[in-house]
C-alpha cells in the first residue's frame, strides 16, 4: 500500500483549482498527510508577456505582493464549503509550470492534486471565442 504523507496542491483560484483542493483535503484526512498550498504568481517578466497574467479569478494582487496573495489563500481557506486541516501556504512567483515542477522536486510530496482548467486556460478559452 501506498503511504501518503505529504501532498501538494497548486491552486490559481479558480473553481478547478478549489475543487482539486477538496480532494487533497478529503485524501490528507484519510491519509493523515499533510497539505502544501501552492499558488505561483507571475513573475515581472512573464506578467510583460501577457500582461493580464495577474488577474486571476480572486487574485486581486501584483505578482511581487506575497502578503496579499498569501490573504487571498487565507480567504480561499476559510469559505464555508472548504475542509477543515492543517495547510501550509506557499507563494511563488514564475511561470506556473515550471514552479509546480520545481516545487515538486525541492519539496517531494507523495501526491500532486491539482485542476486540470485554471484561469490560464478559462483565458484561452474565452480568447478563442
Same mark, same amino acid.
Given at each position: !500500500? #501506498?503511504?501518503?504523507?505529504?501532498?501538494?496542491? /497548486? #491552486?490559481d483560484?479558480?473553481? @478547478?483549482?478549489?475543487?482539486a483542493?477538496?480532494?487533497?483535503?478529503? #485524501? $490528507?484526512?484519510?491519509?493523515?498527510?499533510r497539505?502544501?498550498?501552492?499558488? *505561483?504568481?507571475?513573475?515581472p517578466a512573464?506578467?510583460?508577456?501577457?500582461?493580464? $497574467?495577474? !488577474? !486571476?479569478? @480572486?487574485?486581486? $494582487?501584483?505578482? &511581487?505582493?506575497?502578503? &496579499?496573495?498569501?490573504?487571498e489563500?487565507?480567504?480561499?481557506?476559510?469559505?464555508?464549503?472548504?475542509?477543515r486541516?492543517? *495547510?501550509?501556504?506557499?507563494?511563488?512567483?514564475? /511561470?506556473?509550470?515550471?514552479?509546480? *515542477?520545481?516545487?515538486?522536486?525541492? %519539496?517531494?510530496?507523495?501526491? %500532486? *492534486?491539482?485542476?486540470?482548467?485554471?484561469?490560464?486556460?478559462?483565458? $484561452?478559452?474565452?480568447?478563442?471565442?
Amino acid at each position: !500500500m #501506498i503511504e501518503i504523507r505529504h501532498l501538494l496542491c /497548486p #491552486i490559481d483560484f479558480s473553481d @478547478g483549482s478549489r475543487r482539486a483542493f477538496h480532494q487533497a483535503m478529503a #485524501i $490528507a484526512r484519510w491519509s493523515g498527510a499533510r497539505v502544501t498550498l501552492l499558488h *505561483v504568481a507571475p513573475s515581472p517578466a512573464t506578467s510583460a508577456a501577457a500582461p493580464d $497574467a495577474h !488577474m !486571476m479569478a @480572486g487574485a486581486g $494582487a501584483l505578482p &511581487t505582493d506575497h502578503d &496579499t496573495l498569501r490573504q487571498e489563500m487565507r480567504r480561499f481557506l476559510e469559505a464555508p464549503s472548504t475542509p477543515r486541516g492543517d *495547510v501550509e501556504l506557499l507563494v511563488r512567483e514564475g /511561470p506556473a509550470a515550471g514552479e509546480i *515542477v520545481r516545487q515538486a522536486t525541492l %519539496l517531494r510530496p507523495d501526491l %500532486l *492534486v491539482m485542476g486540470t482548467h485554471g484561469a490560464l486556460a478559462s483565458r $484561452a478559452s474565452s480568447s478563442a471565442r
